[in-house]
């Protein structure tokens, strides 16, 4: 909420009966100026919370399992679970045993992703940096990337060609069609479905957060209104709850889709 937030301040007289008009958040809501300047590039408040959030996941890790006991401690534990949820319900449950190798990898992308989308409701962060499609779409992109060698590495030029674009047990005569289908689909397809899926719901959530907050601000007066600005504001409150799941399961998704794929590369027919 923190470009509803900031909006608040520079319309801190912008009511229902001050005759001005709504300030509705938009496009200018996920925009911001830079903070600093390092090396000549300009940082943005979604660039720094990505690396707050990459330290963030880093450092808990690494606290937790710095000195693993047989007896785990309360970090420790928590940090157990949160790698057997993604192993056993993510990776094992999509590639089996051959994906035991990429859990490290799709451990640092769930709790990455999830930690980014949970930046939207601590404070003074207060913005999903998912919401911003340069971010989706560069996770996208090493997980397209990862994609793509294994299919290769493991058939070869031609037999990836094949795992990619001719679909097992299909009449011969359909493949005319099928084969461009299946190319399109998994070359452009699927990359951009992975970093769009994930930008949408961040962008959409946040913008109906800062839209009741917003409307919460500007309905508060001293007559009806303020009854609508209460009920904004449990509005505000529930969609911030319910934000706080779709979080969660973004990451769940991206990183199930992630493992379909790899699966799908190490299978020798799709």
Known sequence: MSS???QLASEADCHLN???GFPAPGLHTFNFEPLFTVGGV???KPMLLSVIAMLAVIGFFWAAF???KLVPGKLQLVGEIGYDFVKRSIVLDSIGKKGQKYVPMM???????WIMNVMSIIPFAQFPVTSKIAF???LAAVVWITYMTL?????????????LCWPSGIPGWVMFLLVPIEFFSNIFVRPFTLAVRLFANMFAGHLLIVMFSVASWYLLTPSIGALYAGAS???TLGLTAFELLIQFLQAYIFVMLASSYISGALEEAH
């Open 151 to 163: 299919t290769f590495k493991k058939h070869g030029f031609v037999g990836g060609l094949k795992n």
């Open 66 to 68: 710095a000195r693993p």
């Open 107 to 113: 451990v640092s992308l769930f709790f990455f992703v």
């Open 18 to 20: 001050s005759g001005c």
């Open 4 to 6: 509803a937030l900031t």
């Open 42 to 44: 300009e940082v943005i």
């Open 136 to 138: 989706p779409a560069g």
């Open 233 to 235: 504001f449990v509005v």
